[in-house]
């Protein structure tokens, strides 16, 4: 397929102006270039229906500035008056969430303050910063209900600035396997497609003047967004069918981190992406199991996507991503709370012998994965009180049924490990036990890489590489099944177990794209701490949405080197998850089932605050039976297992086009191309937002400062090196220099080392400016006046240290005549006649840099300097390096094998 054949439809709705008048809104949207613009017009008349009108026309500029030069002037009190315009700008945004009613009219609710957070391919991910809810009616047909206030409290309960994330051009709902695999589809199917929405769609400007481009065009792909991980479903579900599709914008709830490892200067985005499932949402202790269509509790996708950087474009960069997930036990248990005891007891709400939960769990899971699916069940086994047993026994008991009906190949695997047990032992390393188990694991599922084996992999084959699993396809590799991990709660043990199946994913990851030589990664590299502290931030910020507080056990604590100030963050930590539990989860609880449509406000029925329970919510069955009752031996959906170990959802058929919006553009268009929204020629930008210059980095923020370091970050260190330690604070800036020389030329005391060690532990849910330090920076005591003598003897480092070389203390004469002429030149050149120089540049061979003094002053060094002329082999070699990054690749040929193979002789046999 040709590079450019597909690309992902960029919204052209991302600038809103919200326009008011006594009868309506006119929401104005634009692309970021100003040059397209949308209209959609709201009525205010109704006083509990949403009326909405879309022309689905598109405006330019000077259509739209006399279109509300028009409704100024006709919604004037009087004609030719102009001292109270008709139609005032209420507020500018840069999104829609949605819009939801209670007992009175409806609200439209606005993304007024975005932040970027990260950057896959050179599309933007933002996290919603501030909303703006709006209330739709004019006062003057407003219908007041007592309750509504209550209902607008409840509602703004869900902290919308709080790690909710949106992209205009990127579906965050799928993976980045899924995606790609999209826009590799065969081009017969696109133009198929593209004849179908042509026939299907309103607007008749979309595709003009494609003709006149005959084959040349590029086809644009929008997919339709998985609605479990899509949190504004529901506040978009009056409109989605009224509205052009670039109005509407999903948003996801769980976490998006990425930092920048770089390898030599290249630089490599390591990204992390948590959704959490918006089906059976809920707090710690309220929401536990699954409910009867087998969503499970604290069901969480965890994503981590590696690229290089360096080539933005997805059919010319090289892409690779692993997929894991988190979630609650597949059974109807539950725990009551009411007892007030730290562990409530574990109880079976309903029996279910024939496994009917988990297996629409698990069948949804083999949709969207493939086979094996993997079970990393972490809960204890052995106690001498039944608690955590009970969950194991069934859910083994369910698998058991299950598998029976599987083919073997494709049967679901489980694996039982009492972590806790062996975190106690002290003859047990936990993490080396897991390192085997996740080592297993990326065996069997493998991981996704968009481009084939490179040709290292094959002059130094791996023993590993050879085994690994997964299907293996002419484009790369794709990841078949998945890993579920669970413990009680899914969060401290299942956040470690996660950590060190994704380090052991990453190994492959960067060995697949040729960045290490064996795929494997050790502890106290600068890559595996980078990577450490983007899974704390990530389990942090997990904890604190489903459990209320931080992580309590970290990598740290599981490895038994936590230093003793952790143990009090522990026992704070539990005490701030129990109180969360008993006092707030019951008010958080009805905020998130009112924001997700579960619940829905009705004039004459129970409110939310009265009801005794919520069960019935989110439980369908108890309120009407199901027609059709499923197979309890075919549990699968028809299909699923026809196409396995491959996932269904990415399978090319008709069921699955049918979700998928296919469009042609020429080939600039600004709907399909991405480098143009990247950088944005047409607006003011710098550089720190373009190119993440504030992104964590492994140079800066984890590579020691101290001189002669090896750069790579691949590269064991000592566990009190880190560049987070010498970083102090930003504000003072001689004081920081002081540390990182210090730090430099002699190693911590131990009670400083305690210090950085317990700091690295600290972690926050969200970087609060991206220009910011790091909150992970550590802290470094200020020294007293008394030891300036200590500090002079540390600053000051030996020859040695610092070139390699012992250099002696004094000069010889000789050294110094030659020093002194050369002081001499320097300074007579000064001294040189302005036509003397003029002179001989006329004489000057061509390719010799001449300097001329551009200043008149006598004292300035400011030189006129020719730029060195490039020969044609160097012309041609750039050429050729800008062809490839738009991903032309020129065909190697017999001489650029035999170089590459004699240089591989030469550096590794």
Known sequence: MPAAAAAPLISSVQKLVLYETRARYFLVGSNPAETKYRVLKIDRTEPKDLVIIDDKHVYTQQEVRELLGRLDLGNRTKIGQKGSSGLSRAVSAFGIVGFIRFLEGYYIVLITKRRKMADIGGHAIYKIEDTNMIYIPNDSVRVTHPDEARYLRIFQNVDLSSNFYFSYSYDLSHSLQYNLTVLRMPLEILKTETTQTRQESFDIFEDEGLSTQGGSGVFGICSKPYEKYVWNGKLLEAVKNTVHHDWLLYIIHGFCGQSKLLIYGRPIYVTLIARRSSKFAGTRFLKRGSNSEGDVANEVETEQILYDASVMSFSAGSYSSYVQVRGSVPLYWSQDISTMMPKPPITLDQADPFAHIAALHFDQMLQRFGSPIIILNLVKER???KHERILS?????????????????????YIPWDMAKYTKSKLCNVLDRLNV?????VKKTGFFVNRPDSYCNVLRPDEKWNEL????????????GVLRTNCVDCLDRTNTAQFMVGKCALAYQLYSLGLIDKPNLQFDTDAVRLFEELYEDHGDTLSLQYGGSQLVHRVKTYRKIAPWTQHSKDIMQTLSRYYSNAFSDADRQESINLFLGVFKPVEGKPHLWELPTDFYLHHKNTLSLSQTRRSYTYWWTTGVLKHLPLPFDEVTCAENRRKLTVKKFHKYEEEIDIHNEFFRPYELSSFDETFCLAMTNSTRDFMPKNVGIDPSPFTVRKPDETGKSVLGNKSNREETVLQRKTAAS???PPSEEAVSSSSEDDSGTDKEDEGAVSQRSTPVKVTDAGDNTKITENVVQSTKDVYGVNLSDVPSEDDITIYARFVQLGQSQHKQDKSSQQFCSKHQLDGVINLIPISSFSQDNIY?????????????????????????????????????????RNRYL
């Open 383 to 385: 106690e001498k009180r």
């Open 393 to 413: 026994e069934e859910l083994v008991a369910a698998v058991t049924y299950l598998n029976q009906f599987l083919p073997p190949e494709h049967a679901i695997i």
């Open 437 to 441: 188990i996740a080592e297993s694991v």
């Open 469 to 480: 699993g997964g299907c293996v396809v002419s484009t790369g590799r794709l990841q078949t």
């Open 746 to 748: 002699a190693p911590p």
């Open 864 to 904: 006129e300097v020719q730029p060195p002329r490039a020969d044609r082999k160097s012309i041609e070699i750039f050429h050729a390096h800008i062809q490839a990054g738009k991903g032309n690749m020129q065909p190697l040929g017999k001489d650029d094998f035999l170089m590459y193979r004699e240089y591989i």
